[in-house]
């Protein structure tokens, strides 16, 4: 089982910078990780998502966040990060962190992002 803790989560005004991270509960060297948000009234949607293909990580974004949003993970550390740049208040949401192990979905349990206008 893999457990998930979300943190860097604030209230940033529009134009600013936030870093998320989610720290796994073991190695997460092998999964695929991401970083999915829900705004209040929508569904959960996918952010960000990395895979490490050997020595090489692959990351796919919502068109909503590209060049803006970059998602990074530290195998070592067992830990993921969203380094999220030029909020919009449109980026406000729950974030949730990700991970697929074995053919189950693991999620942490959020961390709030509000951005002002």
């Known amino acids: 089982q893999v457990q998930l803790v979300e943190s860097g989560g604030g209230l940033v005004q529009a134009g600013g910078s936030l870093r998320l991270s989610c720290a796994a509960s073991?190695?997460?060297?092998?999964?695929?990780m991401g970083w999915y948000r829900q705004a209040p009234g929508k569904q959960r949607e996918l952010v960000a998502r990395i895979v490490t293909g050997g020595s090489t990580n692959y990351a796919n974004y919502a068109d909503s966040v590209k060049g803006r949003f970059t998602i990074s993970r530290d195998n070592a550390k067992n830990t993921v990060y969203l380094q999220m740049n030029s909020l919009k208040p449109e980026d406000t949401a729950v974030y949730y962190c990700?991970?697929?192990?074995?053919?189950?979905?693991?999620w942490g349990k959020g961390t709030l992002v509000t951005v002002s206008s």
């Open positions: 073991g190695s997460i060297f092998s999964m695929p």
């Open positions: 990700n991970a697929l192990w074995e053919g189950i979905n693991y």
